[in-house]
């Protein structure tokens, strides 16, 4: 009995993988030659059987990864797989797209800008760079940020999915689940966010936007003597300029409220 019930998760996890394996094998049909398929094509070209296709054609028009093509029997590409490869194709334009702005801004303001993209659960660190200032102050390219950064912050704000958002927050202890929605709100007036922490390094961080969201946050990063703890300081100025002209490049619309 004690092997029968070792086994059965392993089998479980086993099954687990193969639906996985399957789901991205019928995904990875469909190209510019392939926009549609059919239950007998993918049969043929996976070698399974037409039950097996048939279920997991089924499974993934509930989950959004395909939906039906009108009047046929063909499938396409899902919302969920539109959504996917338009954020991917996103990440990939504002990361061809900002060293620029980046590099004008710290050269103007002479303090070291970071980009952020958002992960699994808050904004990873993605470009820096760096100033020309003689006390530098920079950030790891690939490093975590906490859920009460700046950046997440600003993230939060103006995330699509705010229920995502809510739960993200609700996950802090109290005091600073209250905090950090307060701050969240004023964010969504202000369209930045400021902030020093206990180590004197002060961030000042704005939205860019995309036509489908938010896509990246900006943010200058200095000593509280380079960068003063103001919104409407030159500094914080410029930043905004910088994300709103990006935003521009990128298709996205800047909130009216925070104009």
Wanted: charged share 20%; with cysteine.
């Amino acid at each position: 009995m004690a092997e029968r019930q070792v086994n059965k998760p392993v089998a479980a996890r086993e099954q687990d993988i193969q639906a996985v394996s399957r789901t991205a094998q019928i995904l990875g049909l469909f190209d510019p030659v392939t926009p549609e398929l059919s239950v007998a094509e993918t049969t043929r070209r996976l070698d399974l059987n037409r039950t097996t296709v048939h279920r997991y054609f089924s499974s993934m028009i509930s989950s959004g990864l395909l939906e039906r093509v009108e009047d046929s029997a063909l499938v396409r590409p899902g919302r969920s797989i539109l959504q996917l490869g338009s954020f991917m194709l996103g990440q990939q334009r504002i990361m061809q797209m900002a060293p620029a702005y980046m590099r004008e801004l710290s050269l103007e303001i002479k303090i070291s800008t970071v980009l952020s993209l958002w992960g699994t659960s808050g904004p990873v660190v993605s470009l820096v760079e760096e100033s020309d200032h003689p006390t530098l102050v920079t950030v790891r390219v690939g490093s975590q940020l906490a859920l009460d950064s700046s950046q997440a912050k600003v993230f939060l704000a103006f995330l699509p999915d705010q229920f995502h958002a809510d739960r993200l927050t609700g996950s802090l202890p109290e005091p600073q689940r209250t905090e950090t929605r307060r701050r969240i709100e004023a964010i969504r007036q202000a369209g930045m966010s400021i902030h020093v922490n206990h180590r004197g390094i002060c961030v000042v961080a704005a939205p860019v936007f995309a036509a489908t969201g938010i896509c990246a946050t900006i943010a200058a990063v200095g000593t509280e003597r380079m960068l003063p703890e103001a919104l409407d300081s030159r500094e914080a100025t410029a930043l905004k300029a910088a994300c709103k002209r990006l935003t521009k490049e990128m298709g996205g619309t800047w909130p009216e409220a925070t104009d």
